[in-house]
């Protein structure tokens, strides 16, 4: 299949619309050898219906067959009556040959944000399930579902991100194309390639980007995706297409670290002490080369709750590292975590490995920034340290994690997952979101924990700590259950 990928066209009035852009892009769509076009939403840019006019006749000059879904400036004002009126169904399933393509509404009226909400997400899955049989499986939906890069503070992704992600990767969708952040970014995470494209005709463009589209080729072997600015700069991303591995040979075993967050120590209930002392005993049992603590050590950065997280901690025989959550340096926490644990942005190495800490949060604040300046200490530092195996850890997530309201994420998520992806970072260890998740984006491993000893915890698995085995030809990382020990694997994924 050859398919034109174009999003965020916003007709409306000359001071945001760029209509010889959008006619110079239906050209391209008309004169080529394409299957199908997908339209990825903001047909307008206040949902008004003289914008819709326009957006409708523009749009019906394309001459192959096109889905279009809507986007949150469709939105406005009650636009997306307006989107059924002009441009078709907001969400629906569009067969190919051996292809499907499934459609979802993510708009959430009069608001930037997105949403899938528990009827579409339903749909979505039943619809996957009944076209499982598909040689080409591919969902359109407006809202980027990972950060995108080069699109300034990441406040608006999908809510329920991170269950999409699961599911993408769980039905073994091809691609996922959307719009929404006005700058183009590709990324395969394990086996699906994830698009986003840039704007077609909108003036508001990102760090002097220019309008652009996306060409996707795809068949038996290959997911190419071609990004074309209409400045004449191209860039191509190649991905094959693999099955699942199956290993039989880890090579030597190079390197055992236990991942833990949210222990949470404090004199209350919020503190699951017997939790936390049989997952000692399991951590022992493990026997790790090192422990390494993502974040919410205490309830509150008071003196009482840090005199009790080192009585909590000398339990512990093992070399430890340490990053913060914002409840960790609130109060008097700044000066505590620095009195007991040391620099906020720790490291470890031994041979050939090395973890990275990268300190995330803002005092009194639930809001995670690394900031450009530290990004750029941050790749500088990995990339002279001459160890193969390069590891970064931090408190919150960089990716969505199923079952949480997407609140977690850095501001500047978008540009340190990039940067790190591009970079090659073997392995990413987060600790937020209360909620065991790991996944592969490119070569980059990143890993989710859930909570060691709080009550607050999101997994019907239960309290738990993850378990890192690096190999010469492997990483494996389990999760293991705090109270019972009980094991289940999160993934295997080859080292590069």
Request: hydrophobic share 35%; net charge negative.
């Amino acid at each position: 299949m050859k398919i034109f990928h174009f999003s965020d066209i916003h007709a409306g009035s000359k001071k945001h619309f760029r209509e010889e852009n959008l006619l110079h892009i239906i050209d391209e769509i008309n004169s080529g050898d394409f299957d199908l076009a997908i339209f990825t939403g903001d047909a307008t840019n206040e949902g008004q219906r003289h914008e819709y006019e326009k957006a409708s006749k523009l749009l019906k000059t394309i001459e192959v067959p096109l889905v279009s879904i809507p986007g949150n400036h469709d939105a406005r004002s009650g636009g997306i009556k307006l989107f059924e009126e002009y441009i078709g169904q907001q969400n629906g399933v569009y067969e190919f040959k051996d292809a499907v393509i499934i459609y979802v509404n993510s708009a959430i009226g009069d608001s930037n944000d997105g949403r899938v909400g528990r009827v579409k997400f339903n749909m979505l899955k039943k619809a996957l399930n009944e076209h499982s049989d598909k040689a080409i499986k591919i969902l359109a939906i407006h809202h980027h579902i990972l950060p995108i890069p080069m699109s300034g503070r990441e406040r608006n992704v999908l809510a329920n991100a991170g269950d999409l992600l699961d599911l993408i990767q769980r039905s073994d969708v091809d691609l996922v194309v959307s719009g929404h952040r006005h700058y183009p970014n590709v990324y395969e995470v394990e086996n699906t390639v994830f698009i986003n494209a840039g704007t077609a005709s909108s003036e508001k463009t990102r760090y002097g980007d220019v309008n652009s589209y996306c060409i996707i080729d795809i068949d038996e072997k290959h997911k190419k995706v071609t990004t074309k600015r209409l400045n004449g700069e191209n860039s191509v991303h190649d991905f094959p297409r693999t099955s699942k591995r199956i290993f039989s040979d880890f090579g030597n075993h190079a390197f055992r670290a236990i991942q833990l967050s949210n222990t949470y120590f404090s004199d209350t209930s919020s503190f699951l002490s017997q939790h936390y002392d049989e997952a000692v005993k399991s951590i022992k049992s493990l026997d790790p080369d090192l422990l390494i603590h993502c974040g919410g050590i205490v309830k509150e950065g008071i003196p009482r709750n840090y005199d009790s997280a080192i009585g909590q901690l000398k339990k512990l025989e093992y070399p430890m590292v340490f990053t913060p959550a914002a409840r960790d340096i609130n109060y008097m926490g700044y000066h505590l975590f620095n009195r007991h644990f040391g620099d906020l942005d720790q490291n470890y190495s031994e041979g050939d490995i090395l973890f990275q800490g990268l300190s995330t949060p803002q005092y009194d604040s639930s809001i995670g920034v690394v900031g450009e300046t530290e990004r750029k200490a941050l790749l500088k530092r990995l990339n002279n340290a001459s160890c193969e195996f390069r590891s970064v850890f931090l408190h919150h997530n960089i990716i969505p994690i199923p079952h949480s309201r997407e609140k977690g994420l850095l501001e500047d998520a978008g540009d340190l997952l990039r940067e790190l992806v591009d970079a090659e970072i073997d392995l990413v260890l987060t600790g937020t979101s209360y909620h065991a998740y790991a996944t592969r984006v490119g070569k980059t491993v990143i890993a989710n924990v859930n909570s060691i000893s709080s009550a607050y915890q999101r997994s019907r698995f239960g309290n738990s700590f993850n378990l890192i085995d690096i190999y010469e030809k492997a990483i494996v990382i389990s999760e293991i259950n705090s109270f019972w020990g009980k094991r289940r694997l999160l993934g295997i994924w080859e080292r590069k």
